[in-house]
């Protein structure tokens, strides 16, 4: 269960940006959403989101200028959508594990969902990390209270833990926060020794349990 998927993902664009898109019938709508997000993230990673300009877009989409005109108007507008997906992700796992009693057994429910939301949704979790420069002061400023709000949900669920572990709270968790970045940031060297997720999740949530348990 997760709050986006790759099936999901396109419905959620348009509905949260249907004042913005221009084309009205859905089908098509939520199919060139598809084409467009993934031709940004592989021009992305073969010239650079900066280089990249709509006229490639068109190109790598088949859609028209004004074809594409009729979802997006920039590539800053691009580069939001991108960052909104990831953050509206990112603060609804948390709300799915608030009936987990036990702190530890929710903080471990919560980064095994992390890992795997960013498996499913890696290149939009990649480029946020990555590309964050492209974004406007205020989206960068989102971002960041973004990762900060998780940091904080999982330091507050390590206070409440009997004993309390050594450390700080919020160090503790920013440590755990750096760890599962590791998957979506680093994926080459995962995909290089042949690392599965699961073996990538239960190998973390190994670590922060020998240490919190």
């Known amino acids: 269960m997760t709050p986006l998927n790759g099936d999901t993902i396109w419905a959620y664009i348009i509905d949260r940006h249907a004042e913005r898109i221009g084309v009205k019938r859905r089908k098509p709508a939520l199919e ?12 992305a990673n073969e010239v650079g989101f900066r280089a990249m300009s709509l006229r490639d877009l068109c190109r ?3 859609l028209s200028m004004g074809g594409l005109y009729g979802y997006i108007e920039s590539k800053d507008q691009l580069a939001e959508m991108i960052e909104d997906v990831v953050r509206h992700a990112s603060q609804e ?3 799915m594990f608030q009936h987990v009693q036990a702190p530890l057994e929710r903080l471990e429910s919560l980064v095994r969902a992390t890992i795997y939301l960013s498996e499913i949704l890696q290149p939009w ?3 946020v990390y990555m590309d964050s420069r492209v974004l406007s002061f205020e ?4 971002a960041k209270n973004s990762e900060l709000s998780i940091q904080a949900e999982i330091a507050d669920m390590i206070g409440q833990l009997t004993p309390v572990p050594a450390g700080r709270p919020d160090l503790l968790a920013a440590h755990i926060v750096a760890m599962f970045q590791d998957w979506y940031i680093k994926r080459w060297k995962y995909r290089a020794a042949k690392v599965h997720v699961d ?3 239960d190998s973390t949530l190994a670590m922060i349990r020998s240490h919190l348990s």
């Open 125 to 127: 979790f990649y480029f």
């Open 60 to 62: 790598e989409t088949g």
């Open 139 to 142: 989206q960068r400023g989102m």
């Open 93 to 95: 796992l948390p709300r």
């Open 32 to 43: 060139n959403m598809e084409k467009i997000f993934a031709a940004t993230f592989r021009l």
């Open 199 to 201: 073996d990538f999740a």
